[in-house]
């Protein structure tokens, strides 16, 4: 069993930053590929960012790419998403996710959310402009 709790969300304007953080159970970096998806009202959940069990395998949505940095710290078992020049359309409840690595890492593959089994309860991020 593998436990998220996120935190860092908030209200800022457009054009702020926030840093979001995702607590996981220890030793969970060492099996799992790490993402962050976000859900807005009325919209289905989208993927927006994951980190794999190298570093180098990160990958990002297009509409956050520059805008956005995924990153983990495994001594402290966290992940983060650092979020620059955000906007409106970003506001959304964000969801960090765990999914097991399997061995190869594929783009695709973990940038589907029926690959992530363990969720967190979200932070809400919302954007004024």
């Known amino acids: 069993q593998v436990h998220l709790v996120e935190s860092g969300g908030g209200l800022v304007q457009a054009g702020g930053s926030l840093r979001l953080s995702c607590a996981a159970s220890e030793g969970t970096f060492n099996v799992y590929v790490m993402a962050w998806f976000r859900q807005a009202p009325g919209k289905e959940r989208e993927f927006v960012a994951h980190?794999?069990?190298?570093?180098?395998?990160?990958a990002y949505t297009d509409s956050v790419q520059g805008r956005f940095t995924i990153s983990k710290d495994s001594a402290r078992s966290t992940v983060y998403l650092q979020t620059n020049y955000l906007e409106p359309e970003d506001s959304a409840v964000y969801y960090c996710?765990?999914?097991?690595?399997?061995?190869?890492?594929?783009?695709?593959?973990?940038?589907?959310?029926?690959?992530?089994?363990?969720w967190g309860q979200g932070t809400q991020v919302t954007v004024s402009s």
């Open positions: 980190i794999g069990w190298s570093p180098e395998d990160t």
């Open positions: 996710a765990a999914a097991p690595w399997r061995g190869y890492y594929s783009r695709d593959l973990y940038s589907t959310s029926t690959t992530y089994l363990y």
